[in-house]
Antibody
Framework: EVQLVESGGGLVQPGGSLRLSCAAS????????MSWVRQAPGKGLEWVAN????????YYVDSVKGRFTISRDNAKNSLYLQMNSLRAEDTAVYYC????????????????????WGQGTLVTVSS | QSALTQPASVSGSPGQSITISCTGT?????????VSWYQQHPGKAPKLMIY???NRPSGVSNRFSGSKSGNTASLTISGLQAEDEADYYC??????????FGGGTKLTVL
């Protein structure tokens, strides 16, 4: 069974840092793009970042560029999101998600959909 | 990157069909056949329902269908059932190699 389990959320003061983790199982982690998507309380979904299967390409939403860093450790089947200079507007449930179709030996397309998703981890930025 | 535009709410009676629209620009919805739709029940993670405009993942009911015309994509649910009541989000690939979601639509089954 494909499974994604996020951890690392919690309460942090404005300007602080937090590192989220996502443990993957049930599929060949090193063959997929991975993503972070967040959802502020009572609000809609917002894509945050993508990372290619080998970490060579990363993309971010403008609002987190320079503050958040997506990374992965394929040996540990794990995805990470380092969040620095946190703001109140970063308060959200953060989901990790597998990106689209997997990579082959000749092709590794940017994901055009996300499936499956983890259960999410709540990050609250408040003093 | 501006969010895609969805109606805030739609409703329908059991057995009826409803359609949720998702409007973007030529830089996202209109420029690529890469629109996906997600269903989210309260307190749960989103679930992929449609990908690449009109494809259904294995296990998703054929009551769910997707289409696109110009800068607007649509999700149609036929034969509405009580369990379809949820929030629905569209998403599109963009010309910046990023993704953008719609604001979400709350479906109420009357």
């Amino acid at each position: 069974e494909v499974q994604l389990v996020e951890s690392g959320g919690g309460l942090v003061q404005p300007g602080g840092s937090l590192r989220l983790s996502c443990a993957a199982s049930g599929f060949t982690f090193s063959s997929y793009w991975m993503s972070w998507v967040r959802q502020a309380p009572g609000k809609g979904l917002e894509w945050v970042a993508n990372i290619k299967q080998d970490g060579s390409e990363k993309y971010y939403v403008d609002s987190v560029k320079g503050r958040f860093t997506i990374s992965r450790d394929n040996a540990k089947n794990s995805l990470y999101l380092q969040m620095n200079s946190l703001r109140a507007e970063d308060t959200a449930v953060y989901y990790c998600a597998r990106g689209g179709v997997g990579c082959s030996s000749t092709s590794c397309p940017i994901p055009t959909w996300f499936d499956p998703w983890g259960q999410g981890t709540l990050v609250t930025v408040s003093s | 990157q501006s969010a895609l535009t969805q109606p805030a709410s739609v409703s329908g009676s059991p057995g009826q069909s409803i359609t949720i629209s998702c409007t973007g620009t030529s830089s996202d919805v209109g420029g690529y056949n890469y629109v996906s739709w997600y269903q989210q029940h309260p307190g749960k993670a989103p679930k992929l329902m449609i990908y690449d405009v009109s494809n259904r993942p294995s296990g998703v009911s054929n009551r769910f269908s997707g289409s696109k015309s110009g800068n607007t994509a649509s999700l149609t649910i036929s034969g509405l059932q009580a369990e379809d009541e949820a929030d629905y989000y569209c998403s599109s690939y963009t010309s910046s190699s990023t993704q953008v979601f719609g604001g979400g639509t709350k479906l109420t089954v009357l």
